[in-house]
Structures are given as C-alpha cells and as structure tokens.
C-alpha cells in the first residue's frame, strides 16, 4: 500500500503545472479564509466578553462589532464559493488523471489491489497536498492579516485590536476543507473498477466511439473547416471545464470590478445634487414658519420600519416639503423629481429588494402602520433613507407642518448638532473602506483564481489536441499549419463562449453581490460598464495567448527532438 | 486428470453485441505446464488469457479455479485471487515508472509470507545489478525480466504471459523464455504464453491454436524444442 502511494503521488507530483495551479488554489482558499480569521475571531471574543459584561458597547466598537459580523459572513460565502469551484476542478483533474493513468491503475488491479486502495492512495494524496496548502495559507493568513487589522484599527479608532484564531476556525480552515476535498477525490474514483481490468490496461473502451453531441453539433453551424472544431472540442470534459472556467472568470471578474467600484458610486450618489455645508439635528421638533422664505431645507427625521415580504428594514424616513439648490434629488435621468405624496426610493431598496415606482411600502412610523406608494425613485437618495412629504410625515409624528428635526444649510448655524458635509462623506467613506476591505482583498484573490482556471482550462484543452497535433506534424503539416487548425479554434472557442456566457456571468456576480449587500446590511450599487467588459476580454485574451505561446513552445521541442512517437504510443 | 488447476466451460466474449471474439470455448489446464496459445493478431487469444486470469469478464460462461467458479466471485475475492495465485506479464512491460526496479518487484508482493527470496530471484533473471535503477535506465529485455520478477515474487500458481516477447528483438525474446522455462522448473509455475511465434509454442508442454475465437488444435507437444535451440525466423 505505501508503494502503491509512492507511486500514484509521484505520478501526481510530475503533472507539474497542473498540481502548482491545483496548490495555489488550496492555499489561496486558506489564505483568504485564514487571513480575515485572523483578524476577528479574537476581537470578536473579547467584544462579545464586553457586551456581556457592561451590556453595551461604545459607539466604534458597536460598529466595529458589526464590520466583524459583515467580514464572518464574507468569508464564509466567499469560501463556500471557491472550495466550490476548487471541488469542481479537483473532480475533473483526478477523472482525466485516473483516465489517463487507466493502464497503469489497470495493472495495479491486475496485481490484486483493489479499486479501493487506489482510490485511498489517491485520497491520502489529496489530503497530504490540501493540509500542506492550507497550513501554507495559515501562516500567510497570519501575516496578511496584519493589513485588515491596521485598516480597522484606523477606520474604528480602536486600541487594542488583536490578533487570534480560535480551534474551530483553524479546524474548519484545515480540516474540513481537507476532508470535502478528500470526498471529492473519493466520488471521483467511484466506478473506476466498472471496466474490465483488461481494458483498462489496453486503455480501450467497450465499445467504439461514436460521433455525439458535439460532432452534431458543430456539423449544424455553418463554418468552414468543421473538422477543426470537432477535433479541438473532441473532449467533452475539457471543453465543460473550459466554460466552467470562462463563467467563473466572468463572475470573479464583473464582482471584483463591481465591488471596487460600488464605493466610488455611493460617494458620487451621495455627493451628488448636494450643495450645502452643514447638516443640523435637533433633539426636539422645532418650528419655523418662514421656511419658505430661505433656501434652507427644512426636514423632519424619524426613524421607521420598512416591511418587506420576510422581512424588516430600520430606515430613516425624511419628510421634505421642497428641495432646493442645496439639495435636489433626481431621478436616472438626472433629472429633478418633485415632492408629492408617496414615497421616494433610494436605490438599495430598488436594487436589493426589487421595489419600484407604482409599488405600496408598508411602513411603520411611531409604532402605526401605514401603506404607502412609491412615486419616484432617486438615485442620490441618502443611504438607508427614504423621502416623504414633510407634511405628511409631520402628520404621522402628530405635529404640525412647520415643525422639523433638521435643517441643510449654508450657514453656521449656533443651535443643534451640527455635521459638516465634509464629515459625513468622510463617515461613508470610512464605512466603505473598512467593511469591504476584506471583500476587495478576497475578491482580488478570486481574480487571479479565475485567471489560473483560464490558464488550467485551456492547458488541459491543448494537451488533450497533444496527440492530434502531433499526427498533423507527422503528416506533414508544419508549424503555423497545426497552430491554425488545432489550437487557435481553442482561443475562438473561448472568446465565443466568453459572449454567451457573460449574461450569466454578469446575473450570477450581481446576484452574489445583492445577496452579500443583504447580510452585510451595506449597499453596494453592483456595478458594470462596457470598459469592464473590455477589460475583461483583453485579460482574458492576454491569457490565451500565453498559454498558447507556451504550448506551442512545447509542442516545438517535441517535434525537434523527434520525440513524437513517445507522445502517441497508446502504451 | 487430478491436478486440473483451471477450467474454462463455454466460455464467450462479444463486444458491441455483435462482435465476438471468443465462440464457446471449453478447456482444461493442469498445473506445472507451459501452455502456448498459438494465433494470429486478433485470433482471440490475449482475450482467452484476460477471461482466464480474471481480468476480462466474458459475456457468458464459466472459469473454474482449483473448482472454484471465478466468474461470480467477488471484486474482494477476485483482488485476493489475483494477489495471491495470479502473476501477469504484458507485451509492453507496464512498469511504474516512478518507482524503483526493487520497489517494482516489491509492489507485486503483498502477501505476508513469501518464500521466494528477492535477490535470489533477480539472480535468477539476471536483474540483480539493476534494482536501485528506474526504468527508464532499462532496456526493453531487462525491464521485460523485471516485469517477471514481478509476477514471481509472490509464487503464484500460473503465470500470464500475453505476448511478453512481442517488443523484443530474438536475442532477448529467447532468453526471456529461456528464462520462463527455469522458473518453471524452480517453482512449478504453471506458464500461459499467447503468442503468434510458431517457434515460441514449439518449447511449451501443450499446444493450443486458436483462430476466430475458437480453437481449432490442442494437443501436448511431443516433441519439445529446448529453448536455447529456437531458430528466430519470424
């Protein structure tokens, strides 16, 4: 059994580029899961010990408390998503190594192992190469989240943040991602013993090939030099691996761009149609009945609930009577929407819970319940605010229509507490920063697993055309013939299939994005342009492209060290 | 016939429904003989020795060894079958490339007591300078013995050889069976050695030819040609 080990994770161990790939996965997903751990679970504890202790806690720990919640949700949905994708691509690397190492597992049968020690060799292989990655990953997810907890310590001006890990965690991080990874390779091997060990060591089928779906498939499309495809997508498993990994790219990237850009939108929507200096709360309703007179914006404020299907939403509820050049909230158009009775959206309640003009908002305001209709949607709305005429507010708060809790203006004004608009966009951008610090990182991260999915997808691809296009040259062809007909339908494949699945892609990566923003209770505007797209297909061709070139190289080598008969040889 | 070590009744193998390659063979093997299966390429005999050593299942039929139907047994039984009193050698040598030539033969031997000594094995095979050497440090004869080696280690009753000379050229083919005769004798190995070299049968005990799936001739060979005098005419 330990030979039988010894050689099936040597054998592994010489798939080089695919096992380095496979390695940096395993310690990328460790990292990211380590890294933000690192960093919370220790406070996490000792906020929990205060709140226990005094009952409540200050005004940056509260908000610090909740970044800590938002970052565990984060992580644990980032590292579902990528041990997810980890577990497809480990499935489809150990079938297409057991497929192509059938005879030699073959005659390891033939000696009287049985399919099950291979299976369990190939398990304990998994797993000594998953516990290494992931402790690799702890030890940088130590360091690393040094970064995340400097970030924190600046945004919440909170002394004595430290740094730990608890047993669960470090067991989840190392244990039971070793242990699905382990059943992965395990359901992966099942059935292997199905064929006869005689066929398997001949590396031969029951029975003959035939043309399937694809053959029929391409034979439908009209293009010229048909066969090219056919032999390009001949695989079906490599060509399904490469779509899985063109919809992950396409994910990874559109939510990373979308996450960095969800800040700068809600900056700019918050800095928008806004012209005044100072933002003055009153603990009491006051009364002014020259309002009208002044360009400064009277408003009442009250904090209500928002009943959605399932759930609840504290908001703040803005009575307005007019707006001004002060402040102007204005519709996708940009242009100025009116205060009329009804209710005003901002866009998370649009883009997070699907509200929309025309839609009744049951609302619940000093403990009465009102159903009301949505009249406009602005997209420069206040974050976790939505607008209603002041007077029918006031109605609501049983005062009159000249009372108000708060005033924008241009002058400093003595009574009240007084907020600068400076500050309050500096309150957001803080919030930004620091709860979605660990998002960018991790997103980052899942960047650069998409592109290593590409890259895998498509070596895997060419090398399954290893065969064919060695026949080509031995029939003749030269170089630049076999490029054309081999490998560059492989880079046409992949921007083809780039397009199709980009709507899904985009649907996928909003969705993830909204459902995040939900937990998280942060709205992040999911963002997407035609320069992401750009962008995006220029990586992705830049990768094909060198991934090309270094197959081509390869390919060359073989052919000038006339090695080819070593690379078709069946045995 | 006492010493009946295995049995094939009717045995049948078709692929695709329509094709076959075996038609209803019945035979008989006693132990300690060198049994040639003589045919062309695709005459059916690799196939014959892939039903007959478990490895292929037929279509239908029965293998009986030592009395025992090995066609229904189980895959538990059937590993510990092949472990135990099975040895395969194969035309193109399979060796795992990433072990040793010591770890090669060891990894055939996994039974708890063995008396067959390695070293005096490889001694026997000529292969005792080449164990610390990978086989891609072999030549095509030396990792054919060590492919031998093998099989022995574990003294199985049979030993199946499916064209184990096919990739060599005379001068090693000839000591390859030269060999498996001295193995033979050593230990009582009984040897199943299809092959399509007339001269190859001509040193084996029994005679079996074979011809679309069928055999045609089986007879004990009275006139055994010791190896060292094969004439290497193909």
Known sequence: MILLFKYLSRDLIKKKSMISVLFLFTVFISFMYFFVHFSIDKNWLILNEILEQNGNLSADEAKYYTALQNNQILIRNITVAMMSIFSIILFMFMKNFIHKN?????????????????????VFATACFSIIGSLVGLVLGYFGSSILMNANMETYLINGIVKGINIKTLLIGTLLTTAVFCVVTYATGIGMGRKDVALMIKHMDKKEPHPGLIEALVSRFPIKDKFK????????????FIVVAVVTFNIMFVLSVSLFFSGKKIIETQTTNRDYSYDVSYNNYMTNNNQSETEDIYYLKEEGTIELEGDTLQYNIVGLDHTSSLFQLVDKNNKAINIEEGIILNPELEENYGLKVGDEIHLIVAGEAYAIP?????????????????????????????????????????????????????????????NKASAVINQSIGVITGCLLIYLALLIGLNNNMKSILIFDL??????????????????????????????????????QIMTSIQTGDYMPFQINIVTVAYMLFILNLLCFLV?????????????????AEFLQEW | MNNVLLEAKSIT????????????????????????????????????????????????????????????LSKRDIASLRRDDIGFV?????????????????????KENNDIDLEKLCDL??????????????????????????????????????????????DNSKNIICMLHNIKKEYGTTIIFTTHNKEIAKTADRILQLEDGQIIEDYMNQQILSPEHMKWEI
Request: proline letters at 3%; one cysteine or more; charged letters at 20%.
């Open chain 1, 102 to 122: 059938e005879t030699n597992i073959g005659h390891i049968l033939s000696m009287g192992f049985l399919e099950h020690d291979v299976i369990i060799a190939l």
């Open chain 1, 229 to 240: 495809f056919k032999l390009t997508m001949k695989n079906i498993s490599a060509v399904l």
């Open chain 1, 374 to 434: 949505v009249v406009a949607s602005a997209v420069n709305a206040d974050l976790k605010t939505i607008y209603i005429p002041k007077q029918q507010l006031a109605k609501m708060l049983s005062q009159n229509s000249m009372s108000y809790n708060g005033v924008l203006t241009n002058r400093r004004l003595e009574d009240g507490v007084v907020t600068t608009f400076e500050d309050k966009i500096a309150t957001i951008q803080r919030g930004l920063t620091s």
């Open chain 1, 475 to 512: 029939l003749g062809y030269n170089n630049r013939e076999v490029n054309k007909v081999l490998l560059n339908p492989h880079m046409i494949l992949i921007n083809i299939f780039f397009w199709i699945t980009l709507p899904i892609g985009v649907y996928v990566a909003r969705g993830i």
């Open chain 1, 548 to 564: 090309r070139a270094l197959f081509a190289i390869k390919i060359k080598h073989i052919i000038y060290a006339e090695r080819q």
């Open chain 2, 13 to 72: 193998k078709k692929y695709d429904d329509t094709r076959y390659v075996l038609k209803e063979v019945d035979l008989v093997i006693e132990g300690g003989q060198f049994i040639a299966i003589l045919g062309h390429s695709g005459s059916g005999k690799s196939t014959m020795l892939n039903v007959l050593s478990t490895i292929l299942k037929p279509t239908s039929g029965q293998v009986f060894y030592k009395g025992k139907d090995i066609t229904r």
């Open chain 2, 90 to 110: 194969f035309q193109h040598y399979l060796m795992l490339p990433n072990l040793t030539v010591r770890e090669n033969i060891q990894i055939g031997n996994q």
């Open chain 2, 125 to 170: 095979l000529g292969i005792n300078q080449l164990l610390e050497r990978y086989p891609y440090q072999l030549s095509g004869g030396e990792q054919q013995r060590v492919c031998i080696a093998r099989a022995l280690i574990k003294n199985p009753a049979i030993l199946f050889c499916d064209e184990a000379t096919g990739a060599l050229d005379s």
